[in-house]
């Protein structure tokens, strides 16, 4: 079992910044990957970057350049920093992890950009 825990959401003006966080715990040492993942009402989740533990990194053309996922040294706590906001970034964000088959979200953090 794997619990994911985020924090850092809340309210800002577009062009100013966040940053969240992703705390993993219980059986961490099988995880390869944590990615995070995002959703508006009446949509789909969207996936949006994700970090290997060896520290390979990928993120969505949405975000590219203005997103960037990190990883705590020795621990498998996951970082989002978000620069440059636009309203379009408005979401619930998710942290999701897999061990096997098994797939692990958090209850997700509110992302809120007003115009």
């Known amino acids: 079992q794997v619990q994911l825990v985020e924090s850092g959401g809340g309210l800002v003006q577009a062009g100013g910044s966040l940053r969240l966080s992703c705390a993993a715990s219980?059986?961490?040492?099988?995880?390869?990957?944590i990615a995070w993942f995002r959703q508006v009402p009446e949509k789909e989740r969207e996936w949006v970057a994700t970090i290997t533990v060896g520290g390979g990194t990928a993120y969505a053309d949405s975000v590219k350049g203005r997103f960037t996922i990190s990883r705590d040294n020795g621990s498998y706590n996951v970082r989002l920093q978000m620069n440059s906001l636009k309203p379009e970034d408005t979401a619930v964000y998710y942290c999701r992890t897999y061990v096997g088959r098994d797939v692990y979200w958090g209850q997700g953090t509110q992302v809120t950009v007003s115009s």
């Open positions: 219980g059986s961490v040492s099988s995880i390869k990957s």
